[in-house]
């Protein structure tokens, strides 16, 4: 898989981001990869929120918006895959471009605004996922958000929650996009506590009731975030996902990446990302599993997120230059740490920053 990738990346980085994307999406779309080798121990299995996972790095939301690609992706090593996020109505996004990379930071800038293809065709494809697969190891959260025009998101997310739930290993509330005008206010305490009751009183209705997290932004003071913590702690979600992308614009990076609009992801994000899952972990004593996201480009990323309080991770932007050999290379790279701290199992990890 390595070499492919090392063959085809002088290519992809040729164009422009988003059709590199879409290339990738259409060459994974058959599944017809030759299986790679996926590390396997009992050293990173656990079980988080009830739900099994074979190791602790999963593909984070916005590569496989429509969930296209879910068994390919696991089969690249993943233990689980994020697929969204997802809105009722089909909707297009901002304008192109819309994708930027830094290659000299591993960096990349979006300000997609969620497009994607709608309710009706993700679901279609989670349940092909599905029936096809039926007894893949590999975990699989449904992302959702809210269109663009929704005057009353607590509507979109209640839909989206009534017709996935069933489908969902688990589902991720995405109220952290900084690309959907108003999103993000949902963070706050007056917003945050009402919507989170209606979302959860609404999962409560499904036949099956699939774990809740909650993807927020690393771009929180301190106040906020104890305020967020003890919202989500009262009204009883399952976990947290940390973090989405930030509005962050360092001096280091080149003038023509950074004057771009949008979330930044990738390496310039990894310390911040880390430092706001410790906060959250404190926060709540530990109390909520957190899947720690932003930045994770090697295995020492992943244990640094581990440490600071991350039950699990995941990545996206590292994906685009080390290509999908990162996720084995993160899973043997995790086992050598555990063995140089002396910890048998990856759980005794999380929170010994
Ligand atoms: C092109 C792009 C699209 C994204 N789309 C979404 C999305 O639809 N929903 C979401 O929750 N996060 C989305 N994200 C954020 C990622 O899931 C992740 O939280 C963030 O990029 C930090 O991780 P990374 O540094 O490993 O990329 C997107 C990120 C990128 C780079």
């Known amino acids: 898989m390595d070499a492919l990738f090392k063959l085809g990346k002088p290519l992809l980085h040729k164009l422009d981001p988003e059709d590199a994307h879409t290339l990738t999406i259409k060459g ?29 790095v999963g593909l984070a939301a916005g590569f496989d918006k429509n969930a296209e690609v879910i068994s390919p992706i696991l089969g690249f090593g993943f233990g689980f895959t994020e697929v969204g996020t997802v809105t009722p109505k089909p909707q297009e996004g901002n304008p192109r471009p819309r994708v930027f990379r830094d290659p000299s930071h591993e960096a990349v800038i979006n300000r997609m605004g969620f497009p994607n293809g709608g309710l009706d065709i993700f679901k279609k494809n989670v349940e092909n996922f599905r029936a096809k697969y039926p007894g893949t190891s590999g975990i699989l959260g449904l992302n959702i958000g809210m269109n663009k025009d929704q005057e009353k998101p607590e509507e979109d997310y209640k839909l989206l929650v009534r017709e996935l739930a069933d489908l969902a290993d688990y589902l991720t509330v995405n109220i952290s996009s900084p690309n959907t005008p108003g999103l993000r206010n949902l963070q706050s305490k007056e917003n945050l506590v009402p919507l989170l009751k209606e979302i959860l009183e609404e999962r409560s209705k499904a036949s099956k009731q699939p774990p809740l997290f909650v993807k927020l932004a690393p771009d929180l003071e301190d106040p906020q975030i104890a305020e967020i913590s003890q919202s989500v702690l009262e009204a009883g979600i399952d976990g947290l996902i940390l973090t989405n992308t ?60 581990i440490k600071a309080g991350a039950s699990l991770t995941q990545l996206y932007s590292a994906l685009i230059y080390q290509g999908p050999g990162l996720v084995n290379h993160i899973n043997d790279g995790l086992l050598d740490l555990l063995d140089k701290d002396g910890y048998n199992h990856i759980s005794e990890a999380i929170g010994n920053a």
């Open 246 to 305: 930030t509005l962050d614009r360092h001096d280091f990076l080149p003038e023509n990446f950074r004057s771009e609009m949008g979330g930044l992801s990738g390496k310039p994000l990894t310390q911040k990302s880390t430092e706001i899952i410790g906060k959250f972990y404190k926060q709540t004593e530990g109390k909520l599993p957190i899947i720690g996201v932003g930045g994770v480009s090697s295995a020492q990323d992943a244990y640094d997120k």
């Open 28 to 56: 994974l779309k058959p599944n017809l990869l030759p299986a790679c080798r996926n590390v396997k121990s009992p050293r990173l299995e656990q079980t988080v929120c009830g739900l099994a996972f074979k190791n602790p």
